[in-house]
């Protein structure tokens, strides 16, 4: 697998990573399978993917967790990504924020634990906290670097004014949001697909454009979510979904959005059809074509769908698929 970059003084990566979050969390409990799981880590690695991307609030913890016992004898193998900044109830499941320096370096510590390591490559501020000052909250985590607990910092979901005023406090390596064939926000204004009857504007569009922001300042973009949650793979063309799937209370996937969304899958499946594709391939190939310093992670639970990702570094669209691509229409229903 070809690699890229994350971050302007940070390590070389393969270019497609692993999302490691529904392997214990947001698509129902049903088919989790901690072996399964593990033994998808580390065909993983024996393929090439050398960026893991997790996250503390990933099921109270059991991601992190499983994701340390996968890596238990091959942790120098990868580079390790997790977050902090989201809290969820125990009780409810209700998720807040705290972007507060206390919660940044007690969570950091947690997380160590959990991961059974000494250090954490990249370490993501989740979300951005309203009560406190995104400065307190970045230079907490500068704090975690410069005491060797952490390699490189990242953001998720942010805009490109939290993305500088936080580069300027201390080197942001990689932004993390959204970005695939349904949900272009992060390309900006120019780039956004063409919004057609019954299509809903996504509030996140006042983010501007992060991947150029992040080609602009050596910092990585690293998409998740590049299948549309499944969607864009064609396997998804109703709405049923099991109890606890997050997708079953998704505007994207009422019986309406799925039956108008499906059109977006056709397209993408005729490119898939000339070159001899996935759907998915296609899907994972137009986020690696929107820049060099663009990694994405679709996650996944099985084998098969992970050796089907990982190919999709092989596939070339070309100026033609990419301007086909381009023009498809916006999905219906808001992401969240």
Known sequence: METRQLGADGPRVGAIGLG??????????????????????GEA???????????????????????????????????????????????????????????????????????????????????????????????????????????????????????????AIHPVAAVQSELSLWTRDALGS??????????????????????????????????FAPLGRGFLTGAITSATFEQGDFRGANPRFTDEAVAANLRIVDAVRAVAERHGATPAQVAIAWTLAQGDHVIPIPGTKKSRYLRENIGAAELRLTADDLHELDKLPAAVGSRY
């Open 190 to 223: 120019a780039r956004r697909a063409p919004v057609s009857p019954g299509a809903s504007a996504s509030a996140s569009q006042a983010a501007g454009d992060l991947v150029g922001w992040c080609a602009a300042n050596g910092a990585a973009f690293v998409p």
């Open 20 to 41: 490691c979050m529904g392997m214990s969390w947001a698509y129902g409990g049903s088919a989790r399978d901690d072996d399964a799981s593990m033994a998808v880590i």
């Open 45 to 167: 690695l024996d393929l090439g993917v050398t960026l893991l991307d997790t996250a503390d609030v990933y099921g109270a913890g059991h991601n992190e967790e499983l994701v340390g016992r996968a890596l238990a004898s091959r942790r120098n193998e990868v580079m390790l990504a997790t977050k902090t900044g989201l809290v969820a109830d125990a009780s409810t499941g209700e998720i807040r924020r705290d972007g507060s320096p206390r919660h940044v370096r007690d969570a950091a510590e947690a997380s160590l634990r959990r991961l059974r390591t000494d250090v954490i490559d990249l370490y993501y501020l989740h979300r951005v906290d309203p009560q406190t000052p995104l400065a307190e909250s970045w230079s907490a985590l500068a704090e975690l670097v410069a005491a060797g607990k952490v390699r490189q910092l990242g953001l998720s979901e942010v805009t490109v004014e939290q993305a500088a005023q936080a580069h």
